[in-house]
Nanobody
């Protein structure tokens, strides 16, 4: 059984930083692209970024590019989201997710349906 557990959310002032972590158990973590999504109240879940399984190349939504950084540690089965220069519009519940396909390498995965396992989410609130 694959389980994902996020941590690190909280309240931060605009311009501040937070680091989210996602611990994954079950399955072969190193074989999967991992993604981060977020969902604000009354909005659809949206793609934040993803990191590939082979070499760890990354992809980001335009709204966070240059401010957020995704990394992974295959030895620890963790994926992290470092968020800097946070804005009030970054307020949301943040989710990590695992790609449906093992060793997917053709492009990136930006829609929720591309992922089959999800964490429970962690709240990030950015105050002005």
């Amino acid at each position: 059984q694959v389980q994902l557990v996020e941590s690190g959310g909280g309240l931060v002032q605009a311009g501040g930083s937070l680091r989210l972590s996602c611990a994954v158990s079950g399955g072969t973590f190193s074989n999967y692209l991992m993604g981060w999504f977020r969902q604000a109240p009354e909005k659809e879940r949206e793609f934040v970024g993803a990191i590939k399984w082979n070499g760890g190349s990354t992809d980001y939504a335009d709204s966070v590019k240059g401010r957020f950084t995704i990394s992974r540690d295959d030895a620890q089965n963790t994926v992290s989201l470092q968020m800097a220069n946070l804005k009030t519009e970054d307020t949301a519940v943040y989710y990590c997710a695992r790609d449906r396909l093992s060793r997917f390498s053709s492009g990136y995965r930006r829609t929720p349906n591309d992922y089959d396992y999800w964490g429970q989410g962690t709240q990030v609130t950015v105050s002005s």
